[in-house]
C-alpha cells in the first residue's frame, strides 16, 4: 500500500503562500489522479484540487486562480502552490490518488496543518 507524506503546512498571515509537498512511496507515474484534500475544524474533508493524468487540473471554486497542483514526477511528489491565503483556507491539508479510474482513494496520511490568521 503506498504511503502518502504530506508537508509544508504552517501559520501565515492572510495574503501569504505556502506550498505543500505530498511524497509517495511509489512512483507517480501513470497514476489516474491526484488530489489534495483539507479538512477545516469541525467540518468534513473536502476535495479543492485534482491532478489528471492526462495533464489536466480542477479546482474547487474558491481556490480557483489561488491554487496550484502539480506533479514532479521524478520525485515522486504533488505539490499544491497556495497563494493569497484566506482565513478561510485554514485546515489540515491532505492528498490522495487513485490509479486508474473507478479505484478506491489510498490510506490517508497524518496531513499538514495550514493556519491563516492575523
Known amino acids: 500500500q503506498v504511503q502518502l507524506v504530506e508537508s509544508g503546512g504552517d501559520v501565515v498571515q492572510p495574503g501569504g503562500s505556502l506550498r505543500l509537498s505530498c511524497v509517495a512511496s511509489?512512483?507517480?507515474?501513470?497514476?489516474?489522479?491526484f488530489g489534495w484534500y483539507r479538512q477545516p475544524p469541525g467540518k468534513e474533508r473536502e476535495l479543492v484540487a485534482s491532478?489528471?493524468?492526462?495533464?489536466?487540473?480542477l479546482y474547487k471554486q474558491v481556490v480557483k486562480g489561488r491554487f496550484t497542483i502539480t506533479r514532479a514526477y521524478a520525485q515522486n511528489t504533488v505539490y499544491l502552490q497556495m497563494n493569497d491565503l484566506k482565513p478561510e483556507d485554514t485546515g489540515v491539508y491532505y492528498c490522495?490518488?487513485?490509479?486508474?479510474?473507478?479505484?478506491?482513494?489510498?490510506?490517508w496520511g497524518q496531513g499538514t496543518r495550514v493556519t491563516v490568521s492575523s
Open positions: 491532478s489528471f493524468r492526462s495533464g489536466g487540473t
Open positions: 490522495n490518488r487513485k490509479i486508474f479510474d473507478g479505484d478506491k482513494l489510498a490510506s
Open positions: 511509489e512512483t507517480i507515474d501513470n497514476v489516474y489522479f
